[in-house]
């Protein structure tokens, strides 16, 4: 009888096979989103949004927050691409300041592809390049507040 491990691994297997598909045929048409945190000199915690476009790998949108409430994350996404600008795929995670994103994505013509719970490896772009920001810049810098992480 096989074990429990085993019967979940071909599930994992499939859903690996079916991102790397997708990024193989639609490379120029995918943007990754995800979260990641700032702990600032008075011990505050600032939640940065990246959306990152995975040909060239350029960031197409940056913005910072206290508190990421869904409306203010599907707010994001929508000034992210104005007009007739959004990708077809957006690749995010599981996370509760994305549920408002769905009705968001659908109304600007965008599928929204979720990655699987735990599995970071699904995102590499945009995990790699938050990597590089921890380690390039907020090892070696003390945060004192928002306006430094702005748009400009």
């Known amino acids: 009888m ?14 690996s096979v079916f991102m790397r598909q997708l990024l193989v045929s639609h490379v120029q048409q995918i943007m990754a989103a995800d979260f990641y945190v700032v702990p600032t000199a008075t011990s505050r ?4 949004l990246v959306m990152l476009a995975h040909h060239g790998r350029s960031v197409v949108h940056v ?3 206290a508190q990421p409430t869904t ?14 600008e959004a990708p077809r795929y957006l690749i995010r995670d ?4 994305f549920a408002a994103v769905r009705a968001t ?6 599928t929204e592809v ?11 772009a945009i995990e790699r390049f938050i990597g590089s920001v921890r380690r390039e810049c907020l090892d070696h810098v003390i945060t004192s ?3 430094g992480y702005t748009e400009s």
Request: aromatic fraction near 10%.
């Open 45 to 48: 915690l600032l939640f940065v």
């Open 63 to 65: 913005a910072v927050t």
């Open 94 to 97: 599981r996370g509760r300041a």
């Open 145 to 147: 507040m928002a306006a």
């Open 114 to 124: 979720l990655t699987a719970p735990c599995s970071p490896w699904q995102s590499g």
């Open 105 to 110: 994505a659908e109304a600007i013509a965008m």
């Open 2 to 15: 096989p074990s429990s491990t085993t019967a979940i691994l071909p599930m994992f297997q499939a859903a």
């Open 71 to 84: 409306t203010w994350t599907a707010h994001q996404l929508r000034g992210a691409f104005p007009w007739d």
